[in-house]
């Protein structure tokens, strides 16, 4: 059974920056495609990030260069570095294979305060 663990949210001004972690079990994490999604309160689930088995990045718009998708396949770690957070930023962060096939984990809560 998959197990996703989510890490690395908190409380930060705008501006700040963080380092997200995925901590992912019982898949064979190093064949699968990853992602980030983010939930903010009221609006749908959306996709952040992406990276392929090969380290291939892509990002949705709104990253504008923002957040820097990575993986070590040797710890099993999906990582997502943010730089610059914005108010709209806060969301409840979440990884799951690429189309979010896998069952969620908890999700890390990012706030970013203006």
């Known amino acids: 059974q998959v197990q996703l663990v989510e890490s690395g949210g908190g409380l930060v001004q705008a501006g700040e920056s963080l380092k997200l972690s995925c901590a992912v079990s019982?898949?064979?994490?190093?064949?699968?495609?990853m992602a980030w999604y983010r939930q903010a309160p009221g609006k749908q689930r959306e996709l952040v990030a992406s990276?392929?088995?090969?380290?291939?990045?892509n990002s949705a718009d709104f990253v504008q260069g923002r957040f820097t998708i990575s993986r070590d396949n040797a710890k099993n770690t999906l990582y997502l570095q943010i730089h610059s957070l914005k108010p709209e930023d806060t969301a409840v962060y979440y990884c799951?294979?690429?189309?979010?096939?896998?069952?969620w984990g908890q999700g890390t809560q990012v706030t970013v305060s203006s």
């Open positions: 799951n294979v690429l189309g979010g096939y896998w069952s």
């Open positions: 990276i392929t088995t090969r380290h291939n990045t």
């Open positions: 019982g898949a064979m994490f190093r064949l699968s495609n």
